[in-house]
């Protein structure tokens, strides 16, 4: 069975039709989930930089989950992803 995964997407550009429920390869990363969301949303990187969407916060289940775990944290059946944006300023 393929993995079904809930997306939510907060204030994200290009990724305003939240919720929804993706399925997604078995072995699939939240690494790869943001790079196949920054791909949909149209977000250009250099060939040098991974097109992925850094600039926010992902939860998983419920859990943040910071950016140097995205590559390890794989997703499965049932999963909630909600991603905002990161804001910053004074």
Same mark, same amino acid.
Request: a negative charge; glycine letters at 14%; proline letters at 5%.
């Given at each position: 069975m393929t993995p079904n $995964?809930? +997306?939510t997407a907060k204030g994200v550009p290009g990724l305003e039709d939240s919720p929804r429920v993706l399925q997604v390869?078995?072995?699939s990363t939240l =690494?790869?989930?943001l790079d196949r969301l920054a791909e949909r =949303?149209? *977000?250009k990187g250099s060939p040098n930089e991974r097109r992925t969407l850094r600039? $926010? +916060?992902v939860t998983l289940n419920g859990r943040y989950v910071p950016v140097a775990e995205l590559d390890a944290r794989i997703l499965q059946d049932?999963?909630?992803v *909600? +991603?905002?944006p990161l804001l910053v300023g004074g």
């Open positions: $995964v809930t +997306i390869p078995h072995g =690494a790869w989930l =949303a149209g *977000e600039n $926010v +916060i049932g999963d909630r *909600e +991603i905002m």
